[in-house]
């Protein structure tokens, strides 16, 4: 008796199971279909979003996105892709990253405030947006805003430093400035402003011109499409040590490039993680998340606010880990940021690129650990980085580090 009641609770315990899997199959399933379409993966051109406000957002790429130049690969798709990064190819073969500006929540957040930030009716039609005359102003706005946000609370997007109206200048250089269309570009730089300025910075310091940072497909709405430019070194830190310092070597280059290859700009990162920094197959680096960074103007001239605008500002110990003061940053002339930052990401406290430094590296250039911590450390970071670039650049000539059998 109790035996067959056993029984019949477990069997009825394992239908319960049953139907709850199947419940879940069937939901993720319409869930699937109804946010994407169909289960292929996301349709390319709902990712885009482009009917929410056709006038906030850039089209350059939509052609190629509409009538399949870009199709999406479908073996990356995940479901929960919170990072609403996408993975692609063109017709010619070439892998391609197709990014939304923002998380979902931003995006909506952006959606609901889109009215009250242009003062109009709450149930305005973002087709207006093209009639408003104030829009240069609003762009300065933004840009103030991020300058004036205090140090320690979050902060989002572009500073452009020690005066926000350099703004102008900025993106002057990659402005269409014909007549018509002129205005519907303004609203695409001040939403990009709001949401991320990455694709402003790619049209800035191109690839073309050999920056350190993706192709630039263009924009569709709130996708943004780039080349594909290899793997984060946070997933190749078990490749050999000689390909580890071909790495550090482009990095400080990278590092030395943002801060003096720009005639007028100097483009100080501000979030240099490992899964940022991604490697191809011939050890390029490629800085791919340019959405948090500090444009600062040198050409500015410093008025009674800025006594110490012709002095260097070298990073002060801050606390523990990747801290620094904007502000500082935006009140002289030229700053270590990158330089510190590059060396942090090389021997700093977590989980550093060139540690452990092979055994025969140390015992025949032991400097090389002192130069890293006197870059950490030390007051002149622009000698020390120069002193490892010189050291690291002899070490990638030498056979018994890069060669067959080589340290590891
Ligand atoms: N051009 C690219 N080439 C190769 N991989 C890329 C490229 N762009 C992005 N990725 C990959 O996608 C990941 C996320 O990209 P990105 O950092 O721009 O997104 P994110 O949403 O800003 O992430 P987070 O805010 O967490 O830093 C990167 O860590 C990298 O692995
Ligand atoms: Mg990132």
Known sequence: MSESYNRMLLRRRFCKRVVLLLTAFAVSFYASVLLFGGLKGPQVMRLTDLHRCPACYGVTVCPELYSNQITLDSSHWNMFNAKNIYYGYTKSNRRVVLKKLAHNWELKEFDDNLCNNWRLKLDCKSIQLLNMTNIDEKLLKIVEFNLTWPDTEPRKGLVMCPYAYSLYDFIQSFLNNKREGYKSELINIWTMLSINPEPIILQVIPKSKGWPVPPFGGVC?????????????????????????????????????????????????????????????????????????????????????????????????????????????????????????????????????????PKDVNSTRPHFDRLLSTCLNGEDRFLAVSKLQQVIEEMLSDQKIVGFGAVR
């Open 221 to 357: 709405g709130r996708l943004e499409v780039v080349g594909h430019e290899g793997e984060p070194l946070s997933a190749l830190l078990d490749v050999a040590w000689h390909r580890k310092l071909k790495y550090a070597q482009n990095i400080l280059d990278a590092a030395m490039d943002f801060t003096f290859k720009h005639d007028r700009f100097r483009f100080y990162l501000m979030d240099w993680s490992l899964d940022n920094i991604v490697a191809n197959e011939k050890d390029e680096i490629t800085f791919v998340d340019l959405e948090d960074l500090v444009v600062l103007d040198k050409h500015i001239s410093p008025k009674k606010d800025l006594p110490d605008w012709y002095k260097r500002y070298s990073r002060e110990v801050m606390g523990p880990g990747f801290t620094f003061s904007i502000e500082n940053m935006c009140r002289h002339h030229l700053s270590d940021h990158n330089l510190w930052a590059a060396c942090y990401v090389l021997a700093g406290d977590e989980s550093p690129l060139l540690y452990p430094i």
